[in-house]
């Protein structure tokens, strides 16, 4: 097999690995190792992993709306006119051709993303049947273990889907989240409320108790591409991105972010990202009050950050609205967070909702 093909991605929970998927493209369509590292993370940050997987490794799973990225290339392989297809469909959105949902025009593509990705996408190629006896049991380890996510279970009621003893982590269409979100549903002994995470802006977007996901809409396509939250929201997160790094004086106007994958850590799911070249791991944890487990819109959240290596100042910017803010490992300063020098690569920040 070839080394330079190992590779691994999430996908919504699922692990898919790219080994196979490399093999034998057709003759002259190579793409060389850096421009497949440039299409796979393209195809990460511009979204397309919200509704396609690249093969249907670990089984089917009816969460992704669109045909995976291995049956489109081999299905185009020796179609002349495939490159111009795809490309059209990346443009114009397409409808009718893998089944009843629609891909919505992909128009935040630039014209030289979209060709990059298209050419991959020919080289790819389904996993052979039979191959699966010969996949390891347990995930491969890969130069990237911060890629690294073990297959999480739910239970499905219909289109409901409720969390088990385990966390539930799906990338879906949500109400008030840019195409890369991420819905996280918590079991009963880790708060049982369930949040939102955009991974185009490496943020808490919001939390909410009661349920987790019902997918009707986003399965079958119609009236939307959202999946409903079932239960209510109990905590909005301010609209910007919290941390921000170096002295006041010093902080971009808008933070560079780079999304970069889950990992779980504790049971629970840790966002892995990048604050201008500054890796960050950032886990959301939820504690139910002690007084009145059912009055779960009166808990804590809290933000577990890692920042290894980081040296410069470290601020989490703070709303003021209906939440107390509570953390030993910073103090405020100017109407920010500013984390203690010795705190900065390890820190917490807790907020209190007020009923
Ligand atoms: C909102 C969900 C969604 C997103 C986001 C999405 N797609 Fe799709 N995609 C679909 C669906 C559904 C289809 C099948 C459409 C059909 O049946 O004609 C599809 C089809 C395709 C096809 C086959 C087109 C054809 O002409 O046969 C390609 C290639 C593709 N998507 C690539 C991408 C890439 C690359 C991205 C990211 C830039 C992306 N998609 C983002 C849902 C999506």
């Known amino acids: 097999m070839n080394q330079l093909a190992q590779g691994l991605i999430i996908a919504g929970g699922l692990l898919a690995t790219l080994n196979q998927t490399w093999a034998a493209p057709a003759a002259g369509k190579l793409l060389t190792y850096p421009e497949r590292k440039k299409a796979r993370d393209l195809y990460v940050s511009q979204g397309c992993i919200a509704c396609h997987q690249l093969d249907k490794l670990g089984g089917a799973n009816q969460l992704y709306v669109g045909p995976t990225m291995a049956a489109v290339g081999s299905h185009y392989a020796n179609d002349p006119k495939g490159l111009e297809t795809i490309l059209h469909s990346l443009q114009m959105g397409a409808k009718g051709k893998w089944g009843q949902n629609e891909m919505p025009p992909q128009t935040h593509l630039t014209g030289e993303d979209a060709r990059h990705l298209a050419r991959w996408i020919l080289t790819l190629r389904p996993k052979a049947e039979g191959d699966d006896k010969a996949a390891p049991a347990t995930p491969p380890k890969t130069a990237e273990p911060g890629f690294y996510s073990p297959l999480i279970s739910e239970k499905r009621v219909s289109t409901v889907v409720e969390v088990g003893d385990v966390p539930v982590v799906y990338r879906v269409y949500l109400p008030g989240a840019s195409s890369r979100a991420i819905a996280v549903g918590l079991p009963q002994k880790l708060g049982g409320i369930s949040y939102a995470f955009d991974a185009a802006d490496c943020r808490l977007l919001y939390v909410w108790s009661g349920g987790f996901l019902d997918m009707d809409k986003a399965w079958t396509g119609f009236g939307g591409w959202y999946a409903k939250l079932l239960g209510a929201k109990i905590y909005q997160a301010p609209a910007c991105f919290p941390l921000r790094i170096g002295k006041p004086n010093e902080w971009p106007e808008k933070p560079e972010l780079v999304f970069k994958g889950y990992r779980i850590v504790e049971g629970q799911p840790e966002f892995l990202y990048q604050v201008n070249a500054q890796e960050v791991a950032h886990r959301i944890t939820y504690q ?68």
Do not use: M
């Open 288 to 355: 139910a009050r002690a007084d009145n487990k059912s009055a779960s819109n009166t808990g804590q959240i809290t933000h577990h950050f890692s920042l290894p290596g980081v040296t410069d100042e470290v601020s989490f910017l703070p709303t003021k609205q209906h939440v107390h803010y509570d953390t030993e490992d910073a103090t405020w300063a100017s109407g920010v967070l500013l984390v203690h020098a010795d705190k900065r690569v390890r820190f917490s920040v807790s907020i209190t909702l007020k009923p």
